[in-house]
């Protein structure tokens, strides 16, 4: 149950990592869109497509490393390693991998 509790953090900060990126991305171009002028004019995207970077990164690290958490602890216990919460992380780093490149191809 600790890697699973392990595995939940990772995705609850990697989602929050996203939100934060697509938050500052739609804040400072409001500003933009307002005339504040920032020092550089794709501020906005750069850091928004970091943060949401950072935030898929940390979703498939996360990931990856509750699947070999749980190949260690299979050498000591049986139980079935297509829990519901590694089914639900490798769902949501797919579609996290999915839009990034998305939005890398869009915005290149």
């Given at each position: ?43 906005p ?45 490798l ?8 839009l ?9």
């Amino acid at each position: 149950m600790a890697a699973d509790r392990s595995l939940m953090a990772w995705l609850r900060t990697a989602l929050s990592m996203i939100s934060f990126g697509f938050t500052i991305y739609k804040l400072l171009q409001g500003f933009e869109e307002a005339g504040t002028h920032l020092s550089h004019a794709s501020s906005p995207r750069t850091m928004g497509m970091f943060l949401t970077g950072m935030g898929t990164l940390a979703m498939v690290l996360g990931t990856v490393e509750y699947w070999y958490r749980l190949q260690d602890l299979r050498k000591q216990n049986s139980f079935a390693i297509w829990r519901p919460s590694m089914v639900m992380a490798l769902f949501m780093s797919a579609i996290g991998l999915f839009l990034f490149v998305g939005i890398i191809a869009k915005a290149l």
